[in-house]
């Protein structure tokens, strides 16, 4: 293919190339945690995520300020997103609410109340099932 030399191809890096994750395409710089604080907000959330037992809920603001950040919530839903293995089904919105649309949300009820967990309505039984973390100092 010969083209003239003002309409050749350009030299500029390409795109990063995508990777598809769980049906979603993503990014394949965002795929590694960054270092420094982000990493150690994931790894704490990760880590307070996996102290949830089974039967048993807490939410998204609890496993925040477990973790050491509180007001972060938002975070708590990112990490979720981004990770496997987690027991995603057993943090909810406030209040007991299932805060996920669609069949999400009834996957999410289906594995909680295959758990155990009891519901009043669309809400989880928060006084009962509502898991406490330990305060750290």
């Known amino acids: 293919m010969n083209l003239p030399a003002h309409k050749s191809r350009s ?12 049906g979603r395409v993503s990014n394949a710089r965002s795929a590694a945690p960054a270092e420094g604080k982000g990493s150690l907000l994931q790894s704490r959330i990760r880590a307070t995520i996996l102290k949830i037992p089974r039967g048993r ?7 925040a300020r477990a973790a050491g950040f509180a007001g972060a919530a938002r975070q708590v839903v990112r990490v979720l997103r981004q990770s496997y293995g987690l027991p995603w089904q057993r943090v909810v919105g406030a209040g007991g609410r299932i805060a996920l649309p669609g069949e999400n949300g ?6 909680l109340e295959t758990e155990g967990v009891k519901f009043n309505g669309k809400k989880v039984r928060m006084k009962e099932f509502e898991f406490k973390f330990k305060k750290s100092r």
């Open 106 to 111: 009834l996957e999410q009820r289906f594995r």
């Open 57 to 63: 809920v807490s939410t998204y603001g609890a496993v």
């Open 11 to 22: 030299t500029k890096p390409s795109r990063p190339k995508t990777a598809l994750r769980a």
